[in-house]
T-cell receptor, first 111, second 111 residues
Framework: NAGVTQTPKFQVLKTGQSMTLQCAQD?????MYWYRQDPGMGLRLIYYSASEGTTDKGEVPNGYNVSRLNKREFSLRLESAAPSQTSVYFC??????????FGAGTRLSVL | QKEVEQNSGPLSVPEGAIASLNCTYS??????FFWYRQYSGKSPELIMF????GDKEDGRFTAQLNKASQYVSLLIRDSQPSDSATYLCAELTGGYQKVTFGTGTKLQVIP
């Protein structure tokens, strides 16, 4: 299906391990986003990218790095995972008319 | 302090009633506002998008924006049990399509 694809869907890490969450969209959108969602907290913006080669911090960037590899792909990296980073992570992209599309989410547990 | 504030609920309404969901925001520069619906374990899906003062109607949904008072609301007429979900308010700010979310309001429609 066309849209926003996130991998993996589930992941369990040990404290201190690193991993990269992948996101790709095939809708030729300029802007892409990474959010995390914790119970009762809504969606909190981690980083966003307005175009290839640019990234900006959101509300909760600490402990994360991002790469906008090309127009299609926007990855999120945890260099040293902590239990506080246990969450559901959503990637999204947005049209020129401000309609945002979300991936299915990555459920991450850090033990 | 979140830039977008919502009452977490739960808001309980009987089937067939009008559900009223509210959201306030702090940034007078915010351009546009969104209402998303999110079922448990699923990704958010866009319901309404509003950027002008006043009302915008789409089927059973009406979004209301009051920029002077800095609030956005969503009315759901003839509420159905299938409307039971968490409703997320979001704002778009700046020239780079930055989208941030409130914490969400859980709606329960009682048959």
């Amino acid at each position: 299906n066309a849209g926003v694809t996130q991998t993996p869907k589930f992941q369990v890490l040990k404290t201190g391990q690193s991993m990269t969450l992948q996101c790709a969209q095939d809708m030729n959108h300029n802007s892409m986003y990474w959010y995390r969602q914790d119970p009762g907290m809504g969606l909190r913006l981690i980083y966003y990218s307005a175009s290839e080669g640019t990234t900006d911090k959101g509300e909760v960037p600490n402990g994360y790095n991002v790469s906008r590899l090309n127009k299609r792909e926007f990855s999120l990296r945890l260099e040293s995972a902590a239990p506080s980073q246990t969450s559901v992570y959503f990637c999204a992209s947005i049209t020129n008319t401000n309609i945002q599309y979300f991936g299915a989410g990555t459920r991450l547990s850090v033990l | 302090q979140k830039e977008v504030e919502q009452n977490s609920g739960p808001l309980s309404v009987p089937e067939g009633a009008i559900a009223s969901l509210n959201c306030t925001y702090s940034d007078r520069g915010s351009q546009s506002f969104f209402w998303y619906r999110q079922y448990s374990g699923k990704s958010p899906e866009l319901i309404m998008f509003i950027y002008s003062n006043g009302d915008k109607e789409d089927g059973r949904f009406t979004a209301q924006l009051n920029k002077a008072s800095q609030y956005v609301s969503l009315l759901i007429r003839d509420s159905q049990p299938s409307d039971s979900a968490t409703y997320l308010c979001a704002e778009l700010t700046g020239g780079y399509q930055k989208v941030t979310f409130g914490t969400g309001t859980k709606l329960q429609v009682i048959p």
